[in-house]
């Protein structure tokens, strides 16, 4: 049984900082992309950040770039999202998420977690 195992989170201010962390079990680790999305009230999901197979990584949201950090242990099965100087507009449930080719779209994600709630107020 697959099981993407978020923790982390929680609450805030702006400027601060918080760490999502995710264990995966029940599929072959290494060879998928990972990746957290993201989804505030009202909003699409989004892909906030990517790490591929050999520790590459993306950043598709464009407002994370240079605050949050992704990053995979394919020994321990784990990815985490370190999030700095954080902003309102970061709150969201954040999804972690594995997907065997493609890691760029949202659709095409084989398995996602059950999500971990971010808040950050002003």
Same mark, same amino acid.
């Given at each position: 049984? +697959?099981? &993407?195992?978020?923790?982390?989170?929680?609450?805030?201010?702006?400027?601060?900082? #918080?760490?999502?962390?995710?264990?995966?079990?029940?599929?072959? %680790?290494?060879?998928?992309?990972?990746?957290? #999305?993201?989804?505030?009230?009202?909003?699409?999901?989004?892909?906030?950040?990517?790490? %591929?197979? @050999?520790?590459?990584?993306? %950043?598709?949201?464009?407002? +994370?770039?240079?605050?949050?950090?992704?990053?995979?242990?394919?020994?321990?099965?784990? &990815? @985490? #999202?370190?999030? @700095?100087? #954080?902003?309102?507009? @970061?709150?969201?449930?954040?999804?972690?998420?594995?997907?065997?080719?493609?890691?760029?779209?949202?659709?095409?994600?084989?398995?996602?977690? !059950?999500?971990? !709630?971010?808040? +950050?107020?002003?």
């Amino acid at each position: 049984q +697959v099981q &993407l195992m978020e923790s982390g989170g929680g609450s805030v201010e702006a400027g601060g900082s #918080l760490k999502v962390s995710c264990v995966g079990s029940g599929y072959n %680790y290494e060879n998928y992309c990972m990746a957290w #999305l993201r989804q505030a009230p009202g909003k699409r999901r989004e892909v906030v950040a990517t790490a %591929y197979h @050999d520790g590459t990584t993306t %950043y598709p949201a464009a407002s +994370v770039k240079g605050r949050f950090t992704i990053s995979r242990d394919n020994a321990k099965n784990t &990815l @985490d #999202l370190q999030m @700095d100087n #954080l902003k309102p507009e @970061d709150t969201a449930m954040y999804y972690c998420a594995a997907a065997e080719w493609m890691c760029t779209v949202v659709p095409a994600f084989n398995y996602v977690g !059950q999500g971990i !709630q971010v808040t +950050v107020s002003s």
